[in-house]
């Protein structure tokens, strides 16, 4: 199974910034695309953005548009989101997940899963 492992969550004031990282380890991530998700206390888990293994697609889930950005750098192996404008309610804990056959409209065509980085927008 891929080894995903996310950085970059802790805690900041309402309008601030976090880049979150999802990185892979002993597997190239050049053939995926990266979901990014996120689960509050309480909540179900939503998606939150996916990039193509490309990186040519991108999609956001509407409580995010013009305020996150998801990018990838295939040479360092690594998966972005650019967190603007955080809001109280982006608080969760935030998923990488890599799937093999592209960004589908639901966490089922995501094979393998990070632990997670706890994100927490408060002031």
């Known amino acids: 199974q891929l080894q995903l492992v996310e950085s970059g969550g802790g805690l900041v004031q309402p309008g601030g910034s976090l880049r979150l990282s999802c990185a892979a380890s002993?597997?190239?991530?050049?053939?995926?695309?990266i979901g990014w998700f996120r689960q509050a206390p309480g909540k179900e888990r939503e998606g939150v953005s996916c990039?193509?293994?490309?990186?040519?697609?991108?999609n956001y889930a509407d409580s995010v548009k013009g305020r996150f950005t998801i990018s990838r750098d295939n040479a360092k192996n690594t998966v972005y989101l650019q967190m603007n404008s955080l809001k109280p309610e982006d608080t969760a804990v935030y998923y990488c997940a890599a799937s093999g056959i592209g960004c589908g409209p639901s966490d089922g065509f995501f094979g393998s899963w990070g632990q997670g980085t706890q994100v927490t927008v408060s002031a």
């Open positions: 002993r597997f190239t991530l050049d053939y995926y695309a």
């Open positions: 990039i193509s293994s490309s990186g040519g697609s991108t």
